[in-house]
């Protein structure tokens, strides 16, 4: 296999490439001291552990399809919920009847909200089973050319290109 843009063989697997630029580190360090001071003698001590991970820009242009959350959509409409709701709080008007018609067009309102999170869970839904595996399994079949940083996936051998991918299809480019 050879890249279709400088016809080099010096190729990698995405998966592989991503791989390579993760970096995992953990450290410790320990520090003590002897102080002297206007309030007298005094001694210190610390201890410190930090663990983390490192990622190159390369593996960060490389990394993989990732599901999208329910969790991360259901806080986003809480928070949407309580800013409905102050918002009832601020405008609710003082006559009695005004307020009452208020009530009822809040409630409609309320019930579009939830009809919209219904919406976004079968989105949610329909992109976790439908797209993501597509996406999954275009990334796991794409090769990187080495030599000019060409995006191959397998089976079309055609080089990837950033403005060529709207996000809306399913197009040759996984980014």
Known sequence: MECSACQSNNLVKVSLAYEQGLSE???????????????????????????????????????PPTKWSYWRASK???AGI???WFLRI????????????FN??????LDAYVGALVLLCWLIWRYNHRV????????????????CG?????????????????????GKCFR
Not at 90 to 101: F, G, I, K, V
Not at 104 to 109: C, E, G, L, P, S
């Open 104 to 109: 009822r067009d809040f409630v409609w309102a």
């Open 82 to 84: 309580f800013a409905l």
């Open 90 to 101: 601020a405008l609710m008007p003082h006559n009695p009847y005004m307020a009452a018609e």
């Open 25 to 63: 580190y953990k450290g410790r360090s320990r520090s003590s001291g002897l102080s002297l001071g206007t309030g007298g003698l005094g001694l210190w001590g610390g201890r410190a552990e930090t663990n983390g991970t490192f990622q190159t820009r390369l593996s960060a242009r490389l990394s």
């Open 76 to 78: 986003w409409w809480l």
């Open 132 to 147: 993501f595996p597509v996406k999954r399994k275009r990334w796991e079949g794409s090769f990187m050319c080495r030599h």
């Open 150 to 170: 060409q995006i191959l996936q397998m089976g079309f051998n055609e080089p990837c290109y950033e403005n060529s991918y709207p996000a809306a299809r399913f």
